[in-house]
């Protein structure tokens, strides 16, 4: 008999250390760790929690309960990461240590190499982490007051392993658990499910299948898979592909029976669709089943009570007063999307600009040295759906542990760190916090990032970001798939340093003159500022090499240093250019980047430079720009 599944929407608080640590007594248990952070779990939230407050100074601890991190991400094989054009600082990172390890296939990862990222991250930053290891309970004692109001503080955590049950001692704790279970055991107010009766979005066992020759469309429409809903990911490993294709519904998340009863389901309901995929489905006649996950995937829980609340209505239709918060810590624009919780279809609602999540939503009301991360921050259903995706999580983690890093170096608790309306402390820290989350690559918006004097800082590591991940693919047909500058044209074309150009055709062939390859560095430059100033403020060009289309870009050019001043005089922009002024002129616009690679010969014609060399010399400096 499994527990019933009551439609709880809103459970108080319950602030009594008998009910937060059951009845046993922990007081006479000594600490076996005392540190400054300690943050519970190791997903997404989790991970980057940990890195962001031992990057910043602080003596962290993640515990977590597999023996491996990266949450629903790896534990539950959820390897896709949703819009991620937001989420900037630890999660590029991460991105960057897939690509390091050829584990990631544009927003598809390896579930089993993501987990030697993310500890290579985990180690780099010297967290401490424990595996294996739960966290049970806590223990609560009286906290600081906020404007009058007595807020508890978890004065310690029970965790269990096979060490037994030992007791840990944080400063600050942060609850990245997924499942709000901390702040839960510490009395924070908390929701569950939709408004009207409590149901909750339903789990589903992703499962993975090998030796598939599956070529992608809609799986539905072949006979026999009417009634599935099907998502897949083509995987980095050839012939493997990653199906969503399971529903259980009507299971709380939070409940040991529950989750027994949907995993013994999810895994017949996975044995189910690989038959029927390799029945119907041309392209899975001979494939197998690869892997299912270690564990169930569960949408949602709780969603704790906080500071402040984010709702769906606020992401759907914000208005002027929603569209830029004081406190933002993170951004997204992924869809309101709730898979429905008793039928088979999902409500989606896109929207129609990114919101800012407030670090109010990080503040479980009632406590003291507690920060939640992840999906259960203070939101409401419809808002959970859209947050809930890894890249935010991510993004959130790094808030929550950039913020606990801030509140243990001042001495005081995360609430004190983030009340945009306290003249005194917390504004300070509150732009102190934002101001390293935009240090550190985070995107807090063009409006905070000005208000922080921060500008050019947050634009530089968009620009990076958007060079690197959203190249928009143009169909040159002089610069096919297979062309050795094929790359090169579509990341300069996307970033807008290839413009003007006719739809279908680059004249990758063409020699490629000084004022074109004036125009292509300048341009490339403004995408990617440089770190250095110009050497010049103005520079007087001669009056023959005015007020052509490529003026502009000669003058810059000139007061970068990248041109000699004393060339002016003498240069014809309409010349060709020599392979040697030009990878002179790269390497002096952005000496930060990776000595440059020799042309591809295919990509030579005689001694003229073309343009698809132009290119490819131009985007092998600008991809290995460091700001
Ligand atoms: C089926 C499914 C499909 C999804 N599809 C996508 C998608 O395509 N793209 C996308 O970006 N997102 C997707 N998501 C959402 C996303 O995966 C999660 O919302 C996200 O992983 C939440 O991150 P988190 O850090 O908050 O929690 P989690 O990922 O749940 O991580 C929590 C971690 O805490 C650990 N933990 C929990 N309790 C304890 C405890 N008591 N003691 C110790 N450790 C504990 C867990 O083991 C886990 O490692 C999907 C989710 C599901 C379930």
Redesign the pocket.
């Known amino acids: 008999m499994r527990a019933s599944h009551s439609a709880l929407l809103l459970l108080l608080a319950v602030p009594t250390l008998a009910l937060c640590a059951g009845t046993a007594d922990f007081s006479g248990m000594t600490a076996d760790y005392d540190v400054d952070v300690c943050v519970?779990?190791?997903?997404?939230?989790?991970t980057a929690a940990a890195i962001a407050a031992a990057r910043n100074g602080v003596d962290t601890l993640l515990?977590?309960?597999?023996g491996f991190l990266g949450?629903?991400?790896t534990?539950?094989s959820?390897n896709?990461?949703?819009d991620y054009r937001f989420s900037g600082g630890i999660f590029r990172e991460i991105l960057h240590e897939l690509d390091k390890l050829e584990a990631r296939r544009g927003s598809v990862f390896d579930a089993n190499i993501m987990r030697v990222a993310l500890d290579n991250l985990v180690q780099d930053a010297g967290v401490k982490v424990l595996f294996h290891?739960?966290?049970v309970t806590c223990t609560i004692a009286p906290g600081r007051s906020w404007q009058g109001k007595q807020r508890q503080t978890i004065s310690s955590l029970l965790i269990h392993n096979k060490s037994g049950l030992q007791k840990v001692r944080a400063k600050v704790f942060i609850d990245?658990?997924?499942?709000a279970?901390l702040a839960a055991w510490a009395g924070a107010p908390f929701e569950i499910g939709r408004k009207e009766d409590g149901e909750t979005q339903p789990m589903?066992m992703?499962f993975r299948m090998g030796g598939c020759t599956f070529k992608g469309g809609s799986i539905m429409k072949f006979p026999g898979m009417e009634d599935y809903w099907a998502s897949y990911a083509f995987n980095p490993n050839p012939g493997e592909i990653s199906l969503?294709m399971t529903r259980i519904q009507g299971y709380s998340g939070i409940n040991g029976e529950d989750l027994t009863a949907a995993t013994i389901e999810g895994r017949k309901a996975v044995m189910e669709a690989v038959e029927a995929l390799r029945k119907n489905v041309p392209g899975f006649q001979d494939a197998y089943l690869l892997a299912m996950p270690a564990q169930i995937?569960?949408?949602e829980t709780r969603r704790v009570m906080g500071a402040t609340l984010l709702t769906g209505e606020q992401l759907i239709n914000p208005g002027r007063i929603y569209s830029h918060r004081k406190d933002v810590v993170a951004r997204n624009q992924y869809n309101v999307d709730i898979h429905d919780p008793k039928g088979t279809k999902a409500q989606i609602v896109r929207l129609k600009q990114p919101y800012e999540i407030p670090y109010r939503c990080l503040l479980p009301k009632g406590v003291d040295n507690l920060l939640i991360a992840?999906?259960p921050i203070s939101a409401d259903h419809v808002a959970h759906s859209s947050l809930?995706?890894?890249?935010t999580?991510y993004a959130l983690g790094q808030a929550a542990g950039t913020a606990a890093a801030l509140a243990v170096a001042n001495e005081t608790g995360p609430w004190e760190v983030g009340q945009p309306n306290d003249p005194t402390k917390g504004q300070a820290l509150l732009r102190e916090l934002q101001a390293v989350l935009i240090r550190q690559g985070q995107d807090l918006g063009a409006t905070r990032a000005r208000e922080l004097g921060l500008y050019p800082e947050w634009r530089r590591w968009q620009l990076k970001y958007r060079l690197e991940a959203y190249p928009l693919k143009r169909a040159f047909k002089d610069v096919p798939d297979d062309h050795p500058a094929h790359e090169a044209v579509q990341a300069l074309a996307g970033m807008g340093v290839l413009r003007g150009l006719s739809p279908d055709h680059y004249g990758a062939d063409d020699p490629a003159s000084i004022a074109v390859s004036a125009v292509v560095i300048g341009r490339c430059m403004a995408v990617l500022p440089s770190s250095r100033a110009p050497l010049y403020d103005k520079v007087p060009l001669p009056d023959r090499l005015k007020g052509k289309w490529w003026s502009s870009a000669i003058a810059e050019c000139a007061a970068y240093g990248i041109l000699d001043l004393n060339q002016l005089p003498g240069i014809e922009p309409e010349d060709y250019i020599t392979e040697q002024d030009l990878r002179r002129y790269l390497e002096r616009a952005f000496p930060q980047a990776a000595p440059l690679p020799p042309v591809p010969t295919e990509l030579l014609k005689g001694d003229t430079v073309t343009r698809a060399s132009l290119a490819y010399l131009a985007w092998a400096a600008a991809r290995t720009w460091e700001p």
């Open positions: 519970l779990g190791g997903g997404p939230s989790g515990v977590e309960q597999y949450g629903m991400g534990a539950a959820v896709v990461f949703m290891t739960r966290g990245c658990t997924g499942d279970d589903t992703i969503n995937g569960v949408r992840g999906r809930r995706i890894q890249p999580c």
